[in-house]
């Protein structure tokens, strides 16, 4: 045939559909690729029970893990649920991994109400080294934070085995002599 007597036709392109087919394969490549990696991982062959247990070497020692320096954050060992999709979700499902929580001005006070949530119903450890009530606090957002994540910890005080307050508050508690708490009668041996 000659060159001129070769028409093309054109067909009209849907976009929309091949967006959507291109998103259907890119899910399917990913799905793949990790079940791949889950199939392949010699991590992801440890049982939940295991690398809850390995994780919990990396949480910090108590009740010697107060105070903490700038340089020192006990939730490093949060980083081990990056290793894998199945270590996220053992670390993610064991309440005894979630039940020390950190409340600090300086990280966000919500982590330790979702810290608190993840415990489950096992008795936990508060360190709380926030402001002292009517000190002043930069905008006031931080202190309103601190107070509204208090509000849910403490609504849970009746697990509440072990309360941290650091070192550091001693200067500006330099007027108390006495700190007591008045313990329920079941509780005494």
């Known amino acids: 045939m000659a060159p001129e007597l070769i028409r093309t036709q054109r067909v009209p392109i849907d976009y929309e559909k091949l967006l959507q087919m291109d998103k259907l394969a890119l899910e399917a490549m990913s799905h793949s690729r990790s079940l791949r990696n889950l199939r392949t991982s010699f991590l992801a062959r440890f049982p939940p029970e295991v690398v809850a247990l390995i994780v919990s070497f ?78 002043a606090v930069g905008d006031g957002e931080d202190s309103e934070d601190i107070y509204n994540s208090m509000v849910h910890i403490l609504a849970e005080s009746d697990r ?26 079941h509780w005494s041996h």
């Open 58 to 135: 990396l949480q910090p020692e108590l009740p010697n893990c107060m105070p903490f320096t700038v340089q020192n954050h006990p939730e490093e060992w949060i980083s081990a649920t990056h290793v894998c999709r199945h270590w996220r979700d053992a670390t993610l499902s064991a309440p005894a991994l979630w039940n020390r929580l950190f409340l600090t001005p300086s990280k966000h006070p919500e982590c330790a109400v979702e810290q608190l949530r993840r415990s489950g119903t096992l008795p936990f450890t508060l360190h709380y080294s926030g402001f002292l009530p009517g000190e």
């Open 160 to 185: 509440l085995q072990h309360l941290h307050l650091p070192k550091y508050l001693e200067e500006k508690l330099f007027v108390l002599g006495t700190f007591s708490i008045v313990l329920p009668p």
